[in-house]
Structure formats: C-alpha cells, structure tokens
C-alpha cells in the first residue's frame, strides 16, 4: 500500500515539475518560435517559390532560385569578397588581440590607458565607426592621404578604387573587433599560474620560447572560443559598408549579409534573397557543429 | 633585457595611439570649422557651430528617446524570459528539457541579422513595423541570455533553495526571493552586454524602420552622414560624437564593470 502511494506521490511530482518547467519555458519557446525557428524554415519555404508579382502570383520552382544564384556573377564576386573578408580579418584580429593581451598584461608604462585604448571601439557602433574612419580615408584632405603627403606620395582614393576599398572595410572591422577579442585573451593569461614563468626562468628560457611553448598552448581553448566568434562576425559585421562604400565600386566591397539586404529590401527579389540566406544559415550550422562536436569535446568547462 | 623587450611599451603605446586615433580625431574635428580640421591648423579656434548644425538637421532628441525606449524594452523582456527560462533549465528537472535546451542553443548560430527578410514578414503579419516593440522582440529570447542565467541560478546553493521551500515559498516565489538576489551580479553584466548591443544594432532596426517616429540613433545617424546628403565632415564628426557620447561616457566610467561584463558574458 505505501509503495503504490509513494509511487504515485513521485508520479505526481514528476508531473507537476514537467508542468512548471514548461510554463517556465513556455514564453520564451514562443518567442524563439516566432523569430528563429519559424523563420528558418519559411526562409527556406520562400526560397523554392518565385517571386510573385501582381500579375503572376507565387508558384513553386523548386531549385530554381539557387540556379538562378549560381548564374549571378554578382554572386560569386559576394562570396570571393566575404571570403577574403573573413581570411584577412579572421587571422589578422585574432594575431592583434593576442599581441594587444600580451601587452595590456605585461609591466609597462600607462596599462590602464593602453588597455582602455584597445577596448574602447568595441562600445561604438558600427556606423560611428564607420563616420570616424571616412575621414581618414576621403581622399585629399582625409588624414591617410595627408600623411602619404608628408612622404611626397600621391592621393589614393581607398573607398572609391576596386583594388582597396575592401581592405579599408576590413580595417574597420579589425580595428572594431581586436580589443573585444583581447579582453578574452587577457582573462587567461591572468589564470596562468606565475610559477611556471619563474620555472621557465630558471630553466633559461627566452621570454619568446616561454611565450610559445606554454603561454600559447594554454591559451589553445581561448583562442578557439574566438576563432567562432570572429568567423561568426565576418557575416555579421557589414553595417559600416552602408557608409563607407555600399558594396562598390561595382561591387568589389559587396559582402553577402549586404547582398541579402539588398536583394531583398532594394531589389524586392526575396526568393534569391532566401536562397542565399538558406546558404549563410548551412555555413553557419557547419559553424554550429563545429563548436559543439570539437571545441567542446575538447574543452571541458561546465 | 634583449632589444625586442625594450621597444614593447613604444610599440604597445603607439598602438594604443593608433587605435584611439579615429576618436581623437572625431572630437577635433566635431569642434572646429572643417577646413581648420583638415589643415590641422592647431591654433584654430573651438567651436559648438558644428553641434548646432547638426542638431538643427535630424529630429535626434526623438531617435534618442527612440534608443531608449528601445534598450529599455529589450532589457526588460530578455530579463523577464531569460530568468524563467533560465531557471527551468537549472532548477526544475523534467523529460525534455535536455533535447529544449539544445534546440535554445542552436540559436546562438541562428543570428537574427541573417533572417532579416522572413523575420520582415513576420513583423509585418503581426504589425510590429515602425515599432519600438518591433525591433526588440526578436532578441528577446535571446539563447545567450538563458544560457548565462541558467550559468548564474545552478551555481546558487541548494540549501537556500531548501530553506526558502520549507518556509512555505511557492516555486517562483523561491525564484524571486532566492535565485533572482543571488544572481545581481550577472544582471548587471546581462545588461550592460545588452544596453551596449541593442544601443549600436543597426541593420534590423534600418529593415523595420521606415520613418524617424520609431527609428533609433544609429538609423538616424546613418540617413544623417549619407554622402549622397553632403554634409561636410565636421558636421558629420559632431553628430557622431554626439551618437556615441551617452555610451561612451557610461564606459569610461564604468570601465571595469563593462569590461567584466563582456568577459562574464563571452567565457560561459
């Protein structure tokens, strides 16, 4: 007799907690419902349907749209663009922040300022970033063209020429994410145990063979942590290009994120919009996977 | 000392130069006539005409009151579903919850930057364009907020969450009196992380935006320094450092807690 009422008493329990658990999830699966999964899938539902128009109405295509975006030139320049986007701003922040962590944590004159230095553009917006930076690139009086001046070079247009104006977006985005990143390099390198630098000392070894058989090794997990989020932010980060160049001149500065608004918000044509957005979503799940079957496989944090 | 190690503060100094150097020149310029700020004429004279003028062309006190609305309403409902949410996942074990919260994760990756267009539709069909509420709720069930709470409520000791139950607290009445106190410090990381985002995103509230009654500082101040629109650099200068300047001060004086607070939110 008193099992079974225990037995239901636990039953009971176990019911009463799924109910709280679920009205404790319930607004929040809602929201996400409503603005993440939903949409997902509908991105990828509009993608197989054409574009529909006052006198053809939507009809479903099937591929049709990826077809279409395979054949779009102006898409294959997008993806070269985000590509090299992400290969020179991925490295290049990643090699800075730890450089930059290195120094706000070592002795040396004025830290804090240095340190503040760093940090500071990662609480501007982009597009203020982006109006700091146009007066250093407008050519003529801009401050990079002056001081090319001071050597007796000659005026460059950095936004309006094919061959740099991506690079000066991708400064931005260095400039704007390297002393975020920092902050993560710096947190670990404070976990460092000081004894094995005095143990290196004793050893003899050079601060450069210190720094890159332990420092570096241990700092492998951070360094992973921000692999993922600046591969992440080479989608995210365009806002600046909406003031700097708008994806010119003839598109050498186009980033994908910047294709999809356009597509969709300038052309009005939301089934290649979708397409491509179903693209970035895979690229960005591969991301996912990545996370969550190697780094944290590998790395053990709870 | 080798050579390399005694040229470090020059190099690490000089870069903290260059890297504040987009700003120093943003604050010179925002305060003198353009063609003195181009010249670098140091002796030139300071000047408030380029704030006036830049004031006198947009409705900025309305995209300020815009910006804080909408960080407050951002940071009120991510607090609110975040907390329940959070606490679910920490506190009240139940079939499901593991498969629930991996698909909370996935989110993470699910960035609502890339569903601009369908989340469009979404907005549109519920009538959330021109609306503050329409440019926030898609980050309020923000994984990253749930994660972080559900970081903070697990590490809070069982035997409060017991005394507080044998007094006779109901379920969120434990909640409110025991893990909600518990986890302030995480709170106010969440909200500065949170203020600083929502205060500078840009690209959704441009699609949901479509006059200046809702539209927020960084719209506003992109429809401002358009070059198509060609206001000299001064002018733009001011208005920049006017945009960034509530932000900004917050940092420089709250500078540790802001930095804790990204490292608290980055390292889960």
Redesign the interface.
């Known amino acids: 007799m008193r099992a079974i009422a225990m037995a239901e008493t636990l039953h009971h329990l176990?019911r009463r907690?799924?109910i709280?658990?679920?009205l404790?999830?319930g607004?929040?699966?809602?929201?996400?419902a409503?603005?993440?999964?939903?949409?997902?899938v509908?991105?990828i539902w509009?993608s197989l349907f054409s574009r529909g128009t006052r006198r053809r109405p939507q009809e479903f295509v099937g591929l049709e749209n990826y077809q279409r975006l395979l054949d779009d030139p102006t898409f294959w320049t997008v993806v070269k663009n985000n590509l090299f986007y992400a290969g020179v701003t991925i490295p290049i922040s990643i090699f800075l922040a730890l450089?930059?962590a290195l120094?706000?944590n070592?002795r040396?004159?004025?830290r804090s300022?240095?340190?503040?230095?760093?940090?500071?553009?990662?609480?501007?917006?982009?597009?203020?970033?982006a109006?700091?930076?146009?007066?250093?690139y407008?050519p003529g009086?801009g401050?990079l063209d002056?001081v090319l001046g001071l050597f007796g070079l000659p005026s460059v247009n950095w936004l309006g020429q094919p061959e740099t104006a991506l690079w000066a977006v991708c400064a931005v985005t260095i400039?704007k994410e390297a002393?975020?990143f920092m902050?993560?390099y710096l947190?670990a390198l404070q976990t460092i145990p000081p004894d094995l630098k005095e143990a290196a000392e004793i050893e003899g070894a050079?601060?450069w063979t210190y720094t890159r058989r332990v420092v570096l090794p241990l700092l492998m997990p951070t360094t992973l942590?921000i692999l993922v989020?600046a591969m992440?932010n080479s989608?995210?980060l365009?806002?600046h290009l909406?003031?700097l160049t708008k994806g010119g001149p003839s598109d050498a500065s186009k980033l994908i994120?910047y294709y999809?608004?356009e597509s969709?918000?300038a052309f009005f044509d939301?089934p290649s919009?979708?397409a491509m957005?179903v693209l970035?979503?895979g690229v960005?799940?591969a991301?996912?996977a990545f996370?969550?079957f190697v780094i944290d496989r590998r790395t053990h944090?709870q | 000392m080798n050579p390399i190690a005694r040229f470090e503060p020059v190099l690490a100094l000089t870069l903290a130069a260059i890297w504040i150097s987009p700003l120093i020149f943003a604050f010179w310029a925002a305060f003198h006539s353009s063609s003195d700020a181009v010249n670098f004429n140091l002796a030139a004279p300071w000047t408030l005409e380029n704030f006036r003028t830049a004031w006198a062309g947009a409705p900025w006190l309305r995209y300020f009151l815009n910006s804080f609305l909408l960080v407050t309403t951002v940071l009120i409902g991510q607090f609110f579903l975040c907390t329940l949410a959070g606490f679910a996942f920490a506190q009240v074990a139940f079939r499901g919850r593991d498969v629930l919260f991996v698909l909370v994760l996935l989110q993470l990756f699910i960035l609502p930057e890339v569903l601009i267009v369908e989340n469009y539709a979404v907005a549109a069909r519920l009538g959330l364009l021109d609306s503050i509420l329409g440019i926030g709720a898609p980050y309020m069930a923000s994984a990253f907020g749930i994660f972080l709470m559900r970081q903070a409520f697990k590490s809070v000791p069982k035997e409060l969450d017991e005394m507080a139950r044998v007094e006779g607290c109901t379920l969120l009445g434990v909640l409110w009196r025991v893990y909600v106190p518990a986890a302030r410090p995480t709170y106010l990381a969440y909200a500065l992380v949170s203020v600083s985002t929502h205060w500078n995103n840009f690209l959704w509230p441009l699609v949901v935006t479509n006059n200046e009654s809702s539209r927020p500082l960084t719209v506003g101040l992109s429809i401002f320094a358009a070059p198509e629109n060609g206001v000299d650099i001064s002018v733009i200068s001011a208005a920049t450092v006017m945009v960034i300047a509530p932000l900004l001060i917050l940092f420089l004086v709250f500078q540790r807690s802001f930095v804790q607070a990204f490292l608290r939110a980055g390292i889960k």
Do not use: C, E
């Open positions: 176990r907690r799924a709280h658990g679920w404790l999830l607004p929040a699966l809602a929201m996400l409503t603005f993440a999964f939903y949409p997902s509908a991105t509009t450089v930059m120094w706000a070592a040396i004159p004025a300022f240095v340190r503040t230095a760093y940090f500071t553009p990662t609480v501007l917006p982009m597009i203020a970033a109006n700091l930076w146009l007066f250093f407008t009086f401050v002056q400039w002393g975020f902050i993560f947190a050079s601060r942590f989020n992440i989608v995210k365009i806002d909406f003031i994120l999809i608004w969709a918000f939301a919009a979708a957005t970035v979503l960005l799940g991301l996912a996370q969550f944090y």
